[in-house]
């Protein structure tokens, strides 16, 4: 029987340094499974980068949440992300986990280039304890997509080995493979490990995590010897495919792979397996697989950074959403290089399409099957004008003069993107959803700081909107940085106090047309002064200028707080970076609002 399934292409870009506080990470303990014990995993390492996106179910940005690559650690900041940079990694898969209390644990495999920053984003699952049984009775629970688990009675043990016998608090979270969000929910990415110590690419027909507790909060798993029963529903599209057997397997959080450990049988729409443990659990189909990296580029040539992909084979009878590099997940990010790496099913036919920031397909091309690892260098993509917003117009200053040195920010669905003007008249075209109704429009004099009245337009449509005055409003927060003459300017920032006001953060993220940014500084004392000899930059991150920055690279030489109240940090800094031979000069002023 054929299976077929949705390739990923999962690279991530974003940035990378870490702070210097470090964490200590509780981890669960388990018997390490004997396929694992014998795994020796290839190794080509080389030096690059990862930056991070931490969200919860509702995509808010989850801070402080704590993050692990090999023997580097950080923490995400106020708007979810992390940064790591020129870090030893393994180009055959390099993995980073993620935890946050009140969550699953979280992680990503992935598939770094050399000298390259990749890109990830983690949906990590609230972790709610709200089902119950005894365990001399045993029971079941039911999650409410329809998974459930049966435990048999007595059949719980403590992290110690011994006999559990009070009552069993249970979180289960079921991951629907048909959705495309599971490419962020999912641990890893579709790489796995079957019965004979093979490395294969997966499709999945659905996971399911579960964490036990005793009413104290002690962790429990399944007592040695016992088994408990799980049940996954299968959606309706992928019915009619399913075959009667698949591999069970469960997630290895030292590898960052899937574990083939036993079967599951098709009963009533739903596979039903047994498990000896509770981690995460999959019911996949095993692929061989060759590697594959291509870059997407536009039709003058120029890199699709942050674009996200699709892979499926191409009759597409059916689909295996999952997430990481290539392995037969649904989709992925390009890096800031227009790049992409991974693994794809070997001798198979594919249908790649290109994504809008809505998850609709606006591209698609047919490439493969490819029998060996393969680079198709550049693709040219045609992207067509759908869900397109175009704002055009003129600027003007106090003078009611041309103004040819501006900034235009325009907001839409929590996101803001900047877009510098060299020219007094623009155009601008940007990717919006269907659901977006409107987007804000302010224009910035950059030689004056003064801002235009915030001006409306209706999405998905084109719209002329005349002459705009960047006048008469004076821009009340910002950061002004300058890197050896070229000026750019940063208009949402935040400054927090904490830990009793000894640290502050100032930060500030987005997009630059269309690539993301990300200004984040962390330095000792809630006061005025200097504090050059305590700042640390934890990501002066502008890669459409070619800023990637971080300590302890950056030396200051004077980070001066002139005011520092409840309500605003002002002030301004400067420093050097010497890079091959030569040195780089950073300047800034601050005006930032203080929260915390």
Known sequence: MRYLGIVSLLFLLVFSACRKDTFN??????TPNPLVESYDPPVDNITAGVTGFVVDAANTPIAGANVRLNNLTTTTDDFGHFFIKDATMNALGTLVTVQQEGYFDGSRRFYPLADQTSRVKIQLLPKV???????TSGGTITTSEGASVRFEPNSIKTMDGQPYTGGVQVAAHWLDPSANVVLDQMPGDLFGLNSQVEEVVLGSFGMIAVELQATDGQVLNIADGATAQVSMPIPAELQEKAPSE???????????LWVEES???????AYVGLVSHFSFWNCDIPFDFVRLELTLVDEAGTPLPNT???LTISDGTIGFPGNGSFPLGASGYTNQNGTVVGFVPANEALTLEVMDPCNTPVYAAEIGPFSEDTNLGDLIVEVPGLNQ?????????????PLDDALLVAKFEGVSRYYYLTSAEFSI??????????????VIDLNTLEQSSPVIATANASNDLGSISACGIQLEYYISLTVNGVNQLFVNPVARVLEGGIATLIQDSGEISGQDYAIALFFEGATVGDHAETVEVEAIFVPSLGWEY???????TSFQVTQFDDDVMVGSFEAEVEENGATTILTATFRIPVEG
């Open 389 to 401: 917003t175009i704002i055009s117009g003129s600027v003007l200053n106090c003078d009611n003069e």
């Open 25 to 30: 990470v509780d981890t669960t303990v388990t």
């Open 429 to 442: 075209t940007l990717f919006t959803c269907p659901s977006t109704t409107s987007v804000e429009v302010i």
């Open 263 to 269: 079967t599951a049988t098709l009963q009533d729409g």
């Open 308 to 310: 996200l992909v699709r």
């Open 129 to 135: 304890f709200d089902q119950s049984f005894e365990a």
């Open 246 to 256: 698949i591999p069970l397997w469960s997630y290895d959080e030292t590898y960052g």
């Open 550 to 556: 971080f300590s302890p690279f950056v030396n200051f």
